[in-house]
């Protein structure tokens, strides 16, 4: 019963009025976020980040939780109807739903999606519910070693796991490191990389970098991608998917489900990687592979319902370890500790309100999108024919506003044009901020962790083997990097 009595006062803290309107305003913004392609929900939730402060904690971290797996179910929309998935974990969806869009099937694959979207999510805080406290428990147990092992291992895994080029993450990742550095030793007080410029003593705010990276950076590449005329949307036609459709369809939501859960909680998985995962695992477990890339409703089902699960089960490093799993993760990072809260073991004892009220209010956000999606498909539609260059610069406008209003300089503004044209000029490249980003939020904890271990152990870097859980987790970073040359090159000797 002990277990279940802050689970159950979690409940009490959704179904406050207030965190009912905000968790209905985030999963609605993330819908439609997610129908625009171009914006997605890190840049949203870094745009929206100096509003957050006007908002009381929980409700924030519950909006903010409602735009990011609302996003997952709003990218179906453009990459059924256009095939211009409006989500990165969307895009294999674009494969076999816009073929069965051109057969006249669009409303069956919207109408799966949602149904796949909510098995998902539901099967995934079910499990979230009793695999976090868990792993917070354990977590209790970890010290400075512990800590620094975890965060090379979150970074490492994002780089070399994530969708990019491992070599290009691995660079991005080390520019993240290197920007974190910025501003004073938190132990000497010296000042490090700035230039003599006053301005960057206390470092660069995270609020600039998500907001300059993500926020104007996306806006501009995507404002160059989305400047050619889209075609007009597919007719949609019914929304409620056959029996046989749904049938067809058991197994890759099942599967979908698993998939997401367990690549959500691993850092450098999140919803993209789950999705492509879950598209791929359906192609080798059907017996009529023939039909995929044609309009088979399951790599419709099986991706939509893990990128769901993802985005869900993506809350539990977060927070639990405090290390973020994904670039969106990061960005909500940045989110919690300017509201004051630190995320990691000690939220779920600290915060069980803010803890439990965000993994509830999912069953809530859920249960929401399953009920608005399929009714709002048809507005969703008319706002695809709203055209970038309209919403681009009020994006940007409301952008410099808000990154104005966090410390009132200047100097951020600037500083956030920059980043900006920085992120657009690395995705003109091939360079993905998300590893950067990510870099610079566990920059921290790496830098004054390592430094804390060297104290200890008189600074033999041999004592990080002396810890069991930090030598296991060392263990883990080494295979990652030596694993996959390892495989490549048995595989290329038995060829």
């Not at 625009?36 to 929980?58: D, F, K, N, R």
């Not at 369809?249 to 850092?267: D, N, Q, T, V």
């Not at 477990?285 to 309009?295: D, E, H, L």
């Not at 803890?355 to 399929?374: D, T």
Request: hydrophobic share 50%.
């Amino acid at each position: 019963m002990d277990f279940f009595s802050p689970v159950i006062a979690g409940f009490g803290v959704v179904f406050q009025p207030e965190n009912l309107i905000y968790c209905l305003l985030g999963v609605t913004l993330g819908m439609l976020v997610g129908v625009l392609p171009g914006l997605g929900p890190a840049a949203t939730i870094a745009v929206l980040l100096p509003i957050t402060y006007t908002i009381e904690p929980t409700a924030a971290i519950i909006m903010l939780a409602g735009i990011f797996y609302g996003a997952q179910y709003g990218g179906t929309i453009t990459s059924v109807l256009l095939r211009l998935p409006g989500e990165a974990s969307s895009v294999v969806t674009a494969i076999d739903g816009h073929e069965m869009a051109k057969q006249g099937r669009a409303g069956s694959a919207l109408g799966i999606a949602a149904i796949g979207s909510f098995i998902g999510g539901t099967v995934s805080i079910l499990a979230l519910t009793f695999v976090a406290p868990l792993v917070a428990g354990a977590a209790l147990d970890f010290g400075p070693a512990e800590y620094t092992a975890l965060a090379l291992l979150g970074i490492m895994m994002v780089a070399t796991l994530g969708t990019g080029a491992p070599v290009k993450s691995i660079l991005m990742a080390t520019l993240g490191l290197l920007l974190a550095t910025i501003g004073q030793d938190p132990l000497a007080g010296t000042s490090r990389l700035t230039f003599g410029s006053d301005q960057l003593l206390d470092g660069i705010d995270f609020v600039i970098v998500a907001m300059g990276l993500f926020g104007v950076g996306e806006i501009l590449y995507n404002l160059e991608s989305l400047r050619r005329k889209t075609p007009p949307p597919t007719p949609v036609g019914s929304v409620y998917p056959s029996r046989a459709e749904i049938k067809e369809s058991k197994g890759a939501i099942s599967r979908g489900s698993l998939l997401g859960f367990l690549l959500g909680i691993l850092p450098g998985g999140g919803a993209t990687m789950s999705s492509m995962v879950a598209y791929a695992v359906e192609r080798k477990v059907t017996k009529q592979p023939a039909k995929f890339g044609k309009g088979a409703i399951q790599g419709v089902a099986g991706p939509e319902t893990a990128n769901n699960a993802a985005a869900t089960s993506s809350f539990i490093p977060l927070l639990t370890l405090g290390i973020p799993a994904n670039a969106t993760m990061a960005v909500m990072f940045g989110a919690l500790l300017l509201q004051g809260i630190t995320p990691g073991p000690l939220l779920v004892q600290e915060k069980p309100d803010l803890f439990w009220g965000v993994i509830n209010s999912m069953y809530v956000g859920n249960l929401l999108l399953l009920v608005m999606s399929l009714p709002l498909i048809g507005l969703f539609v008319r706002i695809l024919k709203i055209r970038p260059a309209i919403l681009a610069p009020l994006t940007i406008l409301i952008t410099m506003i808000g990154v104005y209003t966090v410390r009132g300089n200047v100097f951020d503004m600037y500083l956030m044009i920059g980043l900006g044209v920085l992120g657009y000029l690395m995705k003109k490249v091939g360079f993905e901020p998300g590893p950067l980003v990510l870099a610079f939020v566990l920059g921290s904890i790496l830098e004054s962790s390592f430094r804390r271990s060297m104290r200890i152990f008189d600074g033999q870097l041999t004592g990080f083997l002396t810890q069991p859980i930090a030598a296991v987790l060392l263990g883990a970073l080494l295979l990652i990097l030596v694993g996959p040359p390892v495989i490549r090159a048995l595989r290329s000797r038995a060829t």
